[in-house]
């Protein structure tokens, strides 16, 4: 803050116009005494010196008052001229011509000129714009009618040839006549807003990590694309496809590396889209490509080979060769539908047949596939309802220790029949089930029937079993899946030792950390392990060593024909040989002939399970069955050979 002035300086400059006010009065009045002939003494003149001091005081004060407030009005005309030209806002004004009469710093750093540059110009030079004049008229007349102007946008030529929109807001000012004297404007750049309203539309329409647009996007441009298809009579081709198997490298790379494949992809396939072809992501490694066809020339297949051509080539990801194919379905309108969301569907289900089918191929819509993707929808409703209504049935297959002929255990399997009496495949079940969800409570009520009615043949004093219950991989990515099963066991009042799980060597390996840590988990709780249908999929024992697996259960498919087929019989003894080295146990699956039960049974099979001892039962048949006592012992005659069975005395259920 300045320091205020002295105080005797204001006493000192009054004292004086004291003294002279004293003075000229006094000086006046013996004058003008002189003029008449009189006599002047110095006791006449106290008076006018008196007076003529209290003028020059009143003179003096009203002096200091008027330098003061000059000096007042000169700082503060002086801070506001500071205020003006250093505000970050750009701010002008000007005369009711045009021309500029003051502008700030701001105006003159973003614009990029010297004040002397443009002080007295016309200010609509630096304007951009077809008509000039008539911007000029319109601006004015605004200004005189209204007497501001707000946030009218203009583009404003910069000193370097560029260009910068901004918004102005505008006063004017007017004299005692109410006539246009100048205006005062402030500008805001519209540079920032523009690219923040980018940024949203960007987050709101594309894809963060490819950059690719989204599904809102996308449905935008199919709804673009069908209407320019209708009205100019051509086709759009809508192409959903995603990559086959992307998850196992998520799973086992981690998603960073997964990202990055992403990435490649949509660069990759950006190259060949077509100016007027939209290239849109959905979310995970889905993706849709939309087509058109304004030269009524449509090359859908073309466009699907060169998808599968290019997704086929290694991705190099930092040192490492990563390897994709796609699974791609093709809807075309008007024929598969004449909207977005029928185009998205029909696309969708040709796509999930093209994986049916070994993926890494394309497949177009049809109505076939229309009618199957109806029958699983309503399949999947039938399911909702026939879970909570009891619909569905449990029935059991008993297993064969071949080394005491007893019943080790039995197989809990899932049975739904139609209002027909038809039986619905079972696995039908199971894929609408992982499809929709429901292999979450699906899996719950096997596993509780299934060890209900285990506690419930304890009740009944018959010899404890092992209770088998299959369950899907899904189950293993459950966050409380072993916490399911322990409630379940607890509920049910069976040992943790009768229970075992059942598993696909495919569910089991397509999650090779999942599985370890869930299977060991289930281990340690003394929970039995199996791999069902072993020998069908991509694994080996070598690898399964390392799963914490009690039994395998060698596939159907091989036991089936292992008397006929000589390599079939070559991968059961492998099997057998390499199993026993591990310490699993085996269970043979599909067991119908004697011939192929003397072969498993010469080869150290320790169990086995088919028609040839009993189908699946319900639970009032399995009783019976169990009841009946040991098997083998009244059936077989192990000394006569293969072919050569005698039934002493118990019945075979089929």
Request: with cysteine; hydrophobic share 40%.
């Amino acid at each position: 803050m300045p320091k205020p002035e002295p105080r005797k300086k204001p006493l000192v400059f009054l004292c004086c116009c004291f003294f002279a006010g004293a003075f000229i009065v006094a000086s006046v009045t013996a004058l003008e005494r002189s003029f008449h002939d009189l006599p002047t003494e110095l006791g006449q003149l106290w008076l006018p010196i008196i007076f003529g001091g209290i003028i020059g005081v009143l003179f003096g004060r009203s002096d200091i008052r008027m330098r003061t407030v000059s000096h007042s009005l000169e700082k503060s005309e002086k801070r506001f001229l500071q205020f003006y030209q250093k505000t970050p806002a750009m701010l002008h004004s000007m005369d009711r011509e045009g021309c500029l009469l003051s502008v700030s710093q701001s105006w003159l750093d973003t614009l990029g000129y010297e004040r002397e540059e443009v002080i007295g110009k016309d200010f609509f030079e630096l304007v951009i714009d077809d008509d000039i004049d008539k911007l000029r008229t319109e601006h004015f007349d605004r200004l005189k009618t209204l007497g501001e102007i707000r946030d009218s946008n203009c583009l404003l030529r910069k000193k370097d040839g560029s260009s910068i929109a901004v918004a102005i807001s505008e006063v004017a000012h007017r004299d005692a006549d109410g006539q246009l004297v100048e205006s005062l404007a402030v500008f805001n750049d519209l540079t920032n807003h523009r690219a923040a309203e980018e940024r949203i539309e960007k987050l709101a329409y594309y894809d963060t990590l490819t950059g690719l647009p989204n599904r809102a996007l996308m449905n935008d441009r199919i709804l673009q694309s069908v209407a320019l298809a209708r009205r100019d009579n051509c086709q759009v081709g809508v192409f959903f496809f995603d990559l086959d198997r992307f998850k196992l490298i998520n799973d086992t790379q981690g998603h960073a590396v997964g990202d990055l494949v992403l990435r490649s992809v949509a660069q990759r396939l950006k190259k060949f889209i077509r100016e007027g072809d939209t290239f849109a992501r959905l979310g995970g490694d889905e993706f849709v490509i939309i087509q058109a066809d304004p030269n009524h020339d449509p090359n859908f297949t073309t466009m699907g080979r060169r998808i599968l051509e290019t997704l086929g080539l290694p991705f190099q990801i930092g040192s490492r060769e990563f390897h994709t194919t796609a699974s791609i379905g093709v809807a075309i309108y008007p024929v598969d539908g004449d909207d977005p969301q029928t185009l998205l569907k029909s696309a969708d289900t040709a796509m999930y047949v093209a994986k049916s089918r070994g993926r890494n191929n394309i497949q177009f819509f049809s109505d076939d596939m229309n009618a199957a993707a109806v029958a699983k929808t309503n399949l999947e409703t039938r399911l909702r309802q026939a879970l909570s209504s009891g619909e569905l049935q449990q029935h059991y297959q008993p297993q064969i220790d071949l080394a005491t002929g007893k019943v080790s255990g039995v197989e809990a399997l899932l049975r739904w029949y139609d209002l027909d009496g038809n039986l619905i495949p079972p696995g039908e079940i199971i894929s609408v089930a992982e499809e929709s969800g429901l292999v979450f409570p699906l899996g719950e009520w096997v596993l509780r029937t299934a060890c209900a009615q285990a506690k419930s043949w304890q009740e009944a004093g018959l010899p404890p079993l092992r209770m088998a219950v299959n369950l899907s991989g899904h189950h293993i990515r459950e966050a409380n899946f072993i916490d399911h099963i322990e409630e379940i066991l607890n509920d049910t009042g069976i040992a943790f030792n009768t229970l075992e799980i059942e598993m696909t060597e495919n569910s089991v390996m397509a999650h090779v950390n999942d599985s370890i840590m869930a299977l060991t988990d289930l281990k340690i709780r003394g929970i039995s392990l199996a791999i069902d249908d072993f020998g069908t999929g991509y694994s080996s024992l070598l690898h399964l060593k390392h799963f914490p697996i009690h039994r395998i259960k060698i596939a159907q498919g091989f036991v089936g024909d292992i008397i006929h087929n000589p390599d079939y019989a070559a991968i059961a003894e492998a099997i057998l040989l390499m199993a026993k080295s591990l310490n699993m146990s085996v269970t043979a699956v599909g067991v119908e002939d004697p011939k192929q039960l003397d072969f498993l049974r010469k080869r150290g099979c320790d169990e086995v399970q088919g028609k040839l001892f009993g189908s699946a039962m319900n639970a009032e048949e399995m009783t019976a069955f169990l009841k009946e006592g040991n098997l083998l012992p009244k059936t077989f005659d192990w000394k006569t050979g293969p072919g050569k069975i005698k039934v002493e005395g118990s019945k075979k259920i089929h």
